[in-house]
């Protein structure tokens, strides 16, 4: 049996007053010191897509984050539309293949019919060779016995 070992927890006294307003003028600050701004990156402003707005409570801070986020989302989503365009240059190419294959199917059917009716014919140019064979035979055996009998 494991016994989880408990871990302290600082006092509130440890930490001090957190004041929100100057952390979120420090992110601000160290987010614009490091990157230009997302405008001199690749001259475009983050905007939300069409289909999201901005609460008017949020914070900028709070903004960017959400314009940030749903920006990779939104690219992410574009990207699999354009996986969509592939699938369908794909589906596009994979029909002209079936048509290929079925015009080869019909040819494949047409050549073994082709061998069926040479087959069809072989056979019945031997059996008339069997029976004029046969009959030659029965020719010529009445012949001899008629030349016998005279």
């Known amino acids: 049996m494991f016994v989880k070992e408990r871990k302290r927890l600082l006092p509130p006294e440890h ?4 004041e929100l307003e100057k952390l979120e ?5 160290a987010s614009t010191s490091r990157n230009p701004p997302m405008s001199e990156q690749n001259n475009e402003v983050l905007q939300p897509p069409p289909y999201l707005q901005h609460a008017p409570e949020v914070s900028k801070i709070g903004r960017l984050s959400a ?19 592939d699938l369908v240059e794909m589906q596009r190419k994979l029909e002209s293949e079936i048509q290929t294959a079925h015009a080869a199917l019909d040819e494949i059917k047409q050549l073994a019919a082709t061998y069926r009716q040479k087959a ?13 064979v046969q009959n030659v035979r029965a020719v010529c055996r009445d012949a001899a016995e008629t030349v016998k009998a005279h």
């Open 15 to 18: 930490f001090g007053l957190v």
């Open 120 to 132: 069809t014919d072989a056979f019945n140019r031997i059996e008339a060779a069997s029976i004029v």
């Open 25 to 29: 003028q420090d992110i601000v600050d």
């Open 67 to 85: 314009d940030a986020v749903a920006s990779e989302y939104e690219a992410a989503a574009k990207a699999i539309e354009d996986m969509g365009k």
